[in-house]
Nanobody
Framework: QVQLVESGGGLVQPGGSLRLSCAAS????????MGWYRQVPGKQRELVAM???????NIVDSVKGRFTISRDNAKNTMYLQMHSLKPDDTAVYYC??????????WGKGTLVTVSS
């Protein structure tokens, strides 16, 4: 089993910054893909960014240039550095880990609110 715990969410003003963390524990394979997703009420959960265990990244266009994804494999921790936050970035942000077919895990989420 794998446990994922997100942290770092909160209230921030437009234009501000936050850094989210996702700590993974349990039976983690050396080869995996971790990602950040976000969801607002009434909408589907959407991908924000993902990173492989080798460091390859994919960031969606809506946040490209403002968000950076990274990970520390030694700590089994993934990060999402968010700059120039907009009200549209308000959502619950979820951590995801995939390490084999059928082995996908989710955290419980952390709320990010961008508001003045």
């Amino acid at each position: 089993q794998v446990q994922l715990v997100e942290s770092g969410g909160g209230l921030v003003q437009p234009g501000g910054s936050l850094r989210l963390s996702c700590a993974a524990s349990g039976s983690i394979f050396s080869i995996n893909v971790m990602g950040w997703y976000r969801q607002v009420p009434g909408k589907q959960r959407e991908l924000v960014a993902m990173i492989t265990s080798s460091g390859s990244t994919n960031i969606v266009d809506s946040v490209k240039g403002r968000f950076t994804i990274s990970r520390d494999n030694a700590k089994n921790t993934m990060y999402l550095q968010m700059h120039s936050l907009k009200p549209d970035d308000t959502a619950v942000y979820y951590c995801n880990l995939m390490q084999s077919v059928g082995m996908e895990y989710w955290g419980k989420g952390t709320l990010v609110t961008v508001s003045s």
